[in-house]
Structures are given as structure tokens and as C-alpha cells.
């Protein structure tokens, strides 16, 4: 199946993402946790990495493109897969309501650790934390 690239929110009123470089061609191939692209926000530049081994497909975004957050713009896929539709393609992803008595994206125990599994309640921040691989590089 198909693995999404989003473009991922680097912070916390962050709306969209400018796609400064693609690292990596569509055709190529990628392994996991390889920079894939360069975004900046109005803060930080960030290469975001592969979320998958596979061959760079799909690319909806090109260079000085802004994205909004939650958009799929590349997708990677393994030997023998095809895109999906694009009708069947992802919108952009709108964000879960926050558990009952928690503010959305802080942890249950409020201890900023991501451990919400002993509580049995699923965070924002660590969703988004396990889901997306990122280093931030310095802005020129």
C-alpha cells in the first residue's frame, strides 16, 4: 500500500508549508528516514524525511509551492504498487477533538513525555510525534 508524504505542522499555528527543495526526483528511489524535501515555515527551515522505503510517486508539490498542513504531497511506493485514484487521494487532514477534560496536543499526565498508552487516551502531539520524521537544518 501506498505510504503518504504529508506536509506536517512544525508548529503550533502553523497553516501551511513552503516546499523549498525536493532532495529527491519523483522515479527515485528512497530508503526510510532518507531527506526526502526541504519546508520552511515563517521560523525554521526542516528537511523532511522518508516515512517509508520504496520509489518516490505522486508529487503534488513543486519547489516554492505552499502546502497546507495535512496535505499529501508525494507518495512512496513499493515494487509492483500503484497510486491510489485521485479521487480516492487524501484531503487534508483535519485534526481529532481532544479527549474530554484535556487540552489537544498535551499528553494526559501533562508531563510533555508522549506516554498516553498507559492511559489509553490518543494525543495530537503523539500522533503527530510517532508519525513524522523531520530534522530541522539552519535557515540562510
Known sequence: MPVEVIMPMLGMAQETGKVVR???AEGDAVTKAEPLMEVETDKV???IEAPA????AGVAASEGDDVPVGQVIAYVV???EQLPEPDARSAPATPLPAAKGHVQGQTPDRSGNGNSAETGINSTA???RNSCHWRFTVAR
Open 53 to 56: 522505503a520504496g520509489t518516490l
Open 45 to 47: 527551515t526542516v528537511e
Open 126 to 128: 503523539y500522533r503527530f
Open 22 to 24: 525536493w532532495l529527491k
Open 78 to 80: 513499493g515494487d509492483g
